[in-house]
């Protein structure tokens, strides 16, 4: 069962996150050979991301660890509100886990 953590993002401002991967004993689990994707929709039904993150993995695998990023210029294309998004990692197997999930919550931006 993926982790609920609710994000605050604000449009126009560079965004990162760091998301760490545990296994069943809450040690971190050893993403070698892993693939992961992020995303952001509107709501669970929607038919297309809304904008994909960049998931870059930590440089020791071994930790656990994944990068969420989202630009400036991507963060001030999603329209504010709350969205809905997704991290997903698929093993050297194939297997897919949804690690997190959650609200991302776009704040609006006053300084253009």
Avoid: C, W
């Amino acid at each position: 069962m993926a982790t609920i953590s609710n994000i605050y993002i604000d449009a126009g401002a560079d965004y990162l996150t760091t998301v760490t991967v545990t296994d069943s004993s809450r040690s971190a689990l050893d993403l070698t050979g892993y693939t992961a994707d992020a995303q952001i929709r509107k709501t669970y039904e929607s038919s297309a991301a809304t904008v994909a993150f960049t998931v870059a993995f930590a440089s020791d695998r071994t930790t656990g660890q994944l990068d969420l990023t989202l630009t400036g210029a991507q963060a001030a294309a999603v329209t504010q509100g709350r969205h809905v998004y997704d991290v997903l990692i698929t093993s050297g197997a194939g297997a897919l886990t949804r690690v997190v999930e959650g609200i991302s919550t776009i704040n609006p931006r006053v300084t253009q």
